[in-house]
Nanobody, 115 residues
Framework: QVQLVESGGGLVQPGGSLRLSCATSRGIFSIYTMGWYRQAPGKQRDMVATITNAGITNYADSVKGRFTISRDNAKNTVYLQMNSLKPEDTAVYYC?????????WGQGTQVTVSS
């Protein structure tokens, strides 16, 4: 329902950093809980980080202390700052927007951390 477009993925060495961005198509962005999820080949899609419309954040244990999710309601955009990247962070990263029972996904952006 809500159109989401991710950007900022790429190839980075272990220990490096990337910032992902997710732009939304709706003017009611501020009411949504936003999140970043990731999926590696042959594995399920897992939650990485979420942020509510009140700014409350939640992180997967595997990224806590390394990744930071933030949102800019004026730009209808959510970000994921990824520091100290590890090879096991390699995956397609997806942006998610949800409100009540509705949920929307972006097309995904590839993040590859080389060994």
């Amino acid at each position: 329902q809500v159109q989401l477009v991710e950007s900022g993925g790429g190839l980075v060495q272990p220990g490096g950093s990337l910032r992902l961005s997710c732009a939304t198509s709706r003017g009611i962005f501020s009411i949504y809980t936003m999140g970043w999820y990731r999926q590696a080949p042959g594995k399920q899609r897992d939650m990485v980080a979420t942020i509510t419309n009140a700014g409350i954040t939640n992180y997967a244990d595997s990224v806590k202390g390394r990744f930071t999710i933030s949102r800019d309601n004026a730009k209808n955009t959510v970000y994921l700052q990824m520091n100290s990247l590890k090879p096991e962070d390699t995956a397609v990263y997806y942006c998610n927007a949800r409100h009540s029972l509705a949920s929307s996904w972006g097309q995904g952006t590839q993040v590859t951390v080389s060994s």
